[in-house]
């Protein structure tokens, strides 16, 4: 199983960058996506997340608004657009793949990816 993790890079506040997740060796329409970010110094935290089953998004509230997930089931890949970046948002942002339960728990995944940077400038 591999997630691949790219697009992150350095942008300057309200800003855009749009991460990608390409994943492979896992059914990638059955599994549950989500987005997790490790700021430096703070624990990894919940950012976004799109079910499987009925593409049910739900976000974190410090980027609700600001981020969008979506996935495309023929690529095997999932998304995050990140508009409008603050400085805050600044951390590794990593994938994972989720076969069910809570989705907002990093302990209920699966799967991870390598985590790309993003740094966004003020």
């Known amino acids: 199983v591999q997630l691949q993790a790219s697009g992150g890079g350095l942008v300057q506040a309200g800003g855009s960058l749009r991460l990608s997740c390409a994943a492979s060796?896992?059914?990638?329409?059955?599994?549950?996506m989500g987005w997790f970010r490790r700021a430096p110094g703070k624990e990894r935290g919940f950012v976004a997340v799109?079910?499987?089953?009925?593409?049910?998004?739900y976000y974190a509230d410090s980027v609700k608004g600001r981020f969008t997930i979506s996935r495309d089931n023929a690529k095997n890949t999932v998304y995050l657009q990140m508009n409008s970046l603050k400085p805050e948002d600044t951390a590794v942002y990593y994938c994972?793949?989720?076969?069910?339960?809570?989705?907002?728990?990093?302990?209920?995944?699966?799967?991870w990816g390598q985590g790309t940077q993003v740094t966004v400038s003020s």
């Open positions: 994972a793949a989720q076969g069910g339960g809570i989705y907002y728990s990093a302990n209920n995944y699966d799967y």
């Open positions: 060796g896992i059914t990638f329409s059955r599994f549950t």
């Open positions: 799109i079910t499987w089953r009925s593409g049910t998004t």
